[in-house]
């Protein structure tokens, strides 16, 4: 009589081979459904990235004001000194923004807030921290005016337009009518370039569209708990937030080293009590390439930036294993950075405006 055991010993190794791969596939097929679980309910909340963005508010996105967008974002004759260009605080070379505190502009005048990625901005409900601008062309009509920005005014900047032929004819060619060269026709063009300036095929938008290899284990909690706890309920949508306004500090407000008492976000737009210290939830597309974090940036470490969320805007402290794969999920969130040609800028003319230096209160009021 043979016993159990020694029954086993008989096995074939063909038979073991196969019983072997018989439960590694049982293992395989039920990771498989948890995947195709956490994909769906993902869906349900999150979209990829599309490939292009062929329209902005409704109107087609005309090919020549991209190509002239391109040339005004890299020109750093928009602003008054003749050195900042819109790249100098969101260099698409580091993804999208400065990578400092708070942006540096003209005469080294300190802004109050930290720069945005400008890369899917075109994606997120209206612009800015406190979503002041409706869009991207609104948006664009700021920096180049804002004294600690780029310190030009309109007039300024279509005189210096106006004053290189190359320019002239591109803006004539871009807007098909005579008198094309405008500020706000400048506006338009930039936007017309930020449409261009979107991050397709991170591995988080492959595992939307059915890769289940795209996301590590790790990638893969991060996401479940990024759902369960509630981040998700903010950060939503296919930037994962810039869609919605919330207090930062919705639970316990964040000390005056994070939250600066001085800020009080959307309140100065709507002037509405309950809007105070309300921001934009921020778009978390790439940003694992645009620290330091918060509008404040005050905080360098992604980790970090994870833990004061679960904390001010859940009430809940994550443990370091959460706060690790939360975060290992937020990296899966860097796409295809586009490959940008540097422009070859038409040259100044004897009549350009020159390049003006000065801190504003020293300036001359000659315009
Ligand atoms: C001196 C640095 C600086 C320069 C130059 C600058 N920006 Fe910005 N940009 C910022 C800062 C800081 C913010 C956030 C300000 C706020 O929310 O109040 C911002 C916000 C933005 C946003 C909003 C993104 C979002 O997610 O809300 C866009 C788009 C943008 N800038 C485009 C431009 C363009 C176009 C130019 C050139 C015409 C430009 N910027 C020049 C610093 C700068
Ligand atoms: C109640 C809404 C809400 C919830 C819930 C929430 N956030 Fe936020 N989040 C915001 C707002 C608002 C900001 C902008 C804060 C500021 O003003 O700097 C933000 C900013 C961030 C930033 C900084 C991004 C940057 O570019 O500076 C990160 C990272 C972030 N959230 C991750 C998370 C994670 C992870 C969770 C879950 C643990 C979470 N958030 C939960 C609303 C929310």
Request: some cysteine.
């Given at each position: 009589m043979h016993d159990q055991a020694s029954r086993e010993n008989e096995m074939t190794p063909n038979a073991v081979l196969s019983s072997i791969v018989a439960s590694s596939l049982l293992v395989a097929a039920s990771f498989a459904h948890a995947d195709a679980a956490l994909r769906e309910r993902a869906n349900a909340l999150f979209k990829p990235i599309p490939?292009?963005?062929?329209?902005?508010n409704g109107e087609k996105i005309v090919e020549a004001q991209v190509q002239l967008g391109r040339k005004l974002w890299f020109d750093?004759?928009?602003s008054r000194s003749h050195l900042?260009?819109?790249?100098?605080?969101?260099?698409l070379s580091i993804g999208g923004s400065d990578n400092v505190k708070v942006s540096v502009g003209h005469g080294w005048q300190r802004g109050p807030r930290n720069s945005p990625t400008v890369f899917n901005a075109v994606f997120n409900v209206a612009q800015f921290w406190d979503g002041r601008a409706a869009d991207l062309k609104e948006q664009a009509t700021g920096p180049l005016q804002a004294p600690v920005e780029m310190n030009n005014t309109p007039a300024r900047i279509e005189a210096t337009l106006r004053s290189i032929p190359e320019y002239v004819e591109e803006f004539t060619k871009a807007f098909g009518s005579a008198n094309a060269v405008t500020f706000d026709n400048a506006a338009r063009a930039l936007a017309a370039f930020e449409t261009t300036l979107i991050t397709p095929n991170a591995p988080f938008d492959r595992f939307l569209k059915g890769d289940d290899n795209a996301l590590t284990a790790e990638q893969k909690e991060g996401l479940r708990l990024f759902m369960d706890t509630g981040c998700a309920s903010c950060h939503n949508g296919v930037n994962l937030g810039g869609q919605a306004y919330f207090p930062f500090g919705v639970v316990k407000r964040p000390g005056a080293d994070i939250l600066p008492e001085n800020d009080k976000g959307r309140f100065a737009v709507?002037?509405?009590?309950?809007?105070?210290y309300v921001f934009r939830?921020?778009?978390?597309?790439?940003v694992a390439l645009t620290p330091p974090y918060f509008h404040s940036g005050e905080v360098w470490d992604l980790e970090q930036a994870v833990a004061i969320m679960g904390d001010s805007q859940l009430g809940r402290e994550l443990n370091d294993s959460e706060v690790r794969a939360i975060t290992a999920f937020l990296h899966s969130l860097t796409g295809e950075l586009p490959q940008i040609d540097l422009p070859i800028l038409p040259p100044s003319s004897p009549s350009t405006p020159k390049p003006e230096l000065d801190l504003p209160g020293q300036l001359e009021s000659s315009d």
């Open positions: 490939e292009r963005v062929t329209e902005m750093p004759r928009l900042i260009s819109c790249n100098n605080c969101h260099n709507t002037n509405t009590a309950s809007d105070e939830a921020s778009p978390l597309r790439n």
